[in-house]
């Protein structure tokens, strides 16, 4: 890997938040080490700056560490300035209803956790080193699901979210004894794949009027990464356009 520039490691980056971070900090000079179960976008994989993209199931032990020792690898030494644990998921039952606390299978339920929760906290010990060695910081992507009752996300997403949220304070607290800070970008409404046609009900509930886009939660990451929050730990910023308020 060419050496002088700071490096980050985005999860879920194929489409969507994880997609338009990436595409940020590569249009900021920055490396980028990119995961997903899928291939990134066409645009991404044409981008002559990005550094590598692994294939990987987060929700998969074996290929968690995989990816570990393959991403270690690829820092050869470098430091790692940013992990953004973007990967998550909110799976429907086989009667297309989002996993209730009333439905849905309990195999399904751990797997939502596995990749939503418990990943975030893999990647946070298997990076740590690096992390240490570049002060860097740790940006999780939870959700307005996680701190109140959401019509569409399901119980599963939104209990593993408010599970993130409380996660991201811990590690903010003992990840600040090697450097590292650690903190939260909370989504509300966001123009992914995962927004359905009902979810237009609920942009009155938003003060701003509008659905966010990828690149409004991009900025928020961004912003976490860098050395303008040099000072910013434990926190959790709302990008939700005054949804939550309510």
Known sequence: ???????????????????????????????????????????????????????????????????????????????????????????????????????????????????NIFAALKLGRGFAQALASGSGAIVNVTSIAGHMIHPFAGSAYSSSKAALSALTREMANEFAAIGVRVNAVSPGEIETDM????????????PLNRMGTPDDVARAIYYLSGEDSSYVTGTEIWVTGGQHMF
């Open 1 to 115: 890997m060419e050496k002088g520039r700071k490096t980050v490691i985005v999860t879920g980056a194929s489409r969507g938040i994880g997609h338009a971070t990436a595409k940020l900090f590569l249009d900021r000079g920055w490396r980028v080490i990119t995961c997903a179960r899928a291939e990134p976008e066409a645009d991404f994989r044409l981008d002559q700056t990005w550094s590598r993209h692994i294939n990987v199931d987060l929700v998969d032990a074996a290929s968690v560490d995989a990816f570990i020792a393959e991403a270690n690898g690829a820092l050869d030494g470098e430091p790692l300035y940013a992990l953004v644990n973007n990967a998550g998921m909110s799976p429907k039952s086989p009667n297309q209803e989002r996993l209730g606390c009333l439905n849905g299978d309990i195999d399904a339920w751990r797997d939502v956790f596995e990749l």
């Open 195 to 206: 927004i359905q046609p009902e979810y237009e009900m609920l942009i009155p509930r938003i």
